[in-house]
């Protein structure tokens, strides 16, 4: 089944996320700051429009403190008063007013006191200036007006966002707000200051000094300022990102980078072929940086320690590895690999070692023109000192057997000769027989091998449970006991090592005596020496294929075919 292949992420500087993280910070800061200082500043400049409209007010009331305001007040909010009003704006006639004004005795204080607002509007150049009045109801009129139309006297306020205090009929405080709906027939807004004059004598109606100020110089000014401000602060903030992040970069990014091209040239430098001495980044800070400088720095020098070591290692594993091969070959050079077609025998034999060079062995050879020699022997341990201590094995076997001895005898002499000098204590088992060509009996010997499987009579192979000395090398002055076998035309054996019954699947079970002397039984018929040993040896391969092989394997099958003949 085919990986999921993941999509690689592109790379991402920590400066530029750094430098983004501290601007953004630094400007929402400064946002926070012209926003409280922009409302700040503007209590100011309202505190200072206000108070000074309040003074105006204030400084003039006192001229208006008339009994004829009273009198004022009350015919200019009668309802034959707005009557007259209704009329002349109908008829567009302000005669009728003037006329209504003189009648009632109230003309001479009216053109008076407009003059004096008039007056006062002029030299404070201010927008409006009037006196108004408000009833219980919370209707509110101008009863006198800094204009010379008696029109808009006893007109309706058009405000709606009076102060609480104008409809107060007790109020002594002088009171000022910001409006910002202003009057339609300016249609701006202004900054309204509101003097306490009075209350009516009929105690109905408070009567109040007004006077408004234009408010756009004002707003003028504070979008001025919030301009002016945030023109400052960006300055400021972008100083303050700037050495920020040049902070920042010389304390955390720098040395961090500086770290990561240090770790990135090692790796590069240093490869499974080569090494290459660390370099240290130099950063020596009392602090975090300092301590990951300096553990990278002890990191590198370690691995470039044990990569000098892995490499001196592989070298040597190399020279080792040629030196088993060569053995190897030597090994094999010395066991049988050519088997002879005679007319009176067929043999075979393998040795599958579980490392490079066994300690298995096997070996035939003619001890005279009528006696066949076979040996088979396991070396207590593998490898090279296995292997030679093999070979001593094999050479002191061989030189006996031809020297004329008995399978026992021969067993006897190597023991000795093995005790006399074996410092690593190894051993071997062997199994050896010999062979008489002419008649088919076998005189055999066995040192502490496995049991011979045989076959006599055309009959399944069958576990020979044969006499067992001790194994050679164990201990010197071992007397061995011989056993013969017969031979007739067609008979057969097959000896081996515990490789074969010791091999193990998965469960790490033994493939057992039992399988294999079955195995060979199914192999036996229909095939020869070499068919049986390699069949049993592929037998053995399959059942251990998903294991590992701890030991050595060997094999060796010989079939009687015929007496030699005795002329010869």
């Known amino acids: 089944m085919a990986k999921k292949k993941t999509k690689e992420k592109s790379y991402r500087s920590i400066n530029g996320r750094m430098y983004l993280v501290i601007v953004l910070l630094v400007f929402f800061a400064a946002m926070i700051c012209i926003i409280y200082t922009s409302r700040f500043y503007l209590g100011q400049l309202l505190i200072r429009f206000a108070t000074n409209t309040s003074i105006i007010s204030d400084s003039y009331a006192d001229f208006f403190d008339d009994p004829q305001l009273d009198d004022l007040v009350m015919f200019v909010t009668s309802d034959d008063y707005q009557n007259i009003r209704k009329q002349a704006k109908a008829e567009n006639n302000p005669e009728l007013i003037r006329k209504a004004v003189q009648e009632a005795g109230l003309d001479e204080f009216i053109e008076t006191n407009k003059q004096r607002l008039n007056s006062v509007q002029e030299n404070n150049k201010i927008a409006d200036l009037y006196i108004a009045s408000c009833d219980m109801e919370n209707s509110c009129y101008y009863i006198l007006r800094t204009n010379d139309i008696l029109a808009s006297d006893g007109d309706k306020l058009l405000y709606e966002t009076r102060p609480e205090e104008i409809r107060n009929l007790t109020s002594t405080t002088a009171s000022y707000s910001l409006n910002l709906d202003g009057p339609t027939e300016n249609a701006v807004a202004r900054i309204v200051s509101m003097s306490p004059i009075g209350v009516s004598a009929d105690k109905r109606m408070s009567i109040w000094l007004v006077s408004e100020e234009d408010a756009v110089p004002f707003v003028n000014d504070l979008f001025g300022f919030i301009g002016r401000m945030f023109l400052f602060l960006l300055i400021v903030s972008s100083v303050f990102a700037i050495i920020g992040v040049l902070i920042l970069r010389h304390q955390l990014t720098s040395p961090i980078i500086k770290l990561k091209r240090s770790v990135v040239n090692f790796e590069k430098h240093n490869t499974a072929e080569k090494s290459a001495l660390p370099v240290d980044p130099g950063i020596n800070r009392p602090d975090e940086i300092g301590d990951l400088s300096r553990s990278l720095y002890s990191l590198e020098q370690n691995v470039y320690e044990t990569q000098s070591a892995l490499s001196k290692l592989s070298e040597e594993k190399g020279r080792m590895s040629a030196q088993l091969s060569i053995a190897a070959s030597i090994q094999q050079g010395v066991l049988p690999s050519e088997f002879p077609t005679h007319e009176c025998f067929e043999l075979y034999g393998l040795m599958q070692p579980a490392k490079e060079v066994g300690g ?168 020869n020496a070499e068919q049986l040993v390699h069949g049993v040896l592929s037998k053995l391969m399959d059942y251990s294929k998903d294991t590992y092989q701890f030991d050595d394997i060997t094999l060796l099958s010989m079939t009687y075919l015929k007496k030699k003949s005795t002329e010869e």
Request: hydrophobic share 40%.
């Open 360 to 527: 298995d062995f096997f070996d035939y050879f003619m001890v005279d023109d009528s006696h066949l020699a076979m040996v088979i022997a396991d070396v207590s341990d593998k490898g090279i000192p296995a292997s030679l201590f093999m070979m001593t094995s094999k050479t002191l076997l061989k030189s006996q057997a031809l020297s004329g001895k008995s399978p026992a005898a021969a067993l006897e002499s190597v023991n000795n000769s093995l005790c006399e000098n074996n410092p690593a204590n190894y051993f071997v088992t062997v199994w050896f027989g010999i062979l008489d060509l002419c008649t088919g009996h076998m005189v055999a010997a066995n040192g502490g091998h496995e049991f011979p499987m045989v076959s006599f009579g055309g009959k399944p192979f069958e576990v020979y449970k044969d006499i067992h000395g001790l194994a050679l090398g164990s201990y010197g002055g071992m007397k061995y006991k011989e056993y013969e076998l017969q031979f007739e035309e067609g008979d057969r054996i097959i000896v081996y090592s515990d490789g074969a019954t010791d091999a193990i699947n998965q469960e790490e079970t033994a493939f057992g005596i039992e399988n294999l002397e079955k195995t060979v039984q199914e192999l036996g018929n229909g095939h």
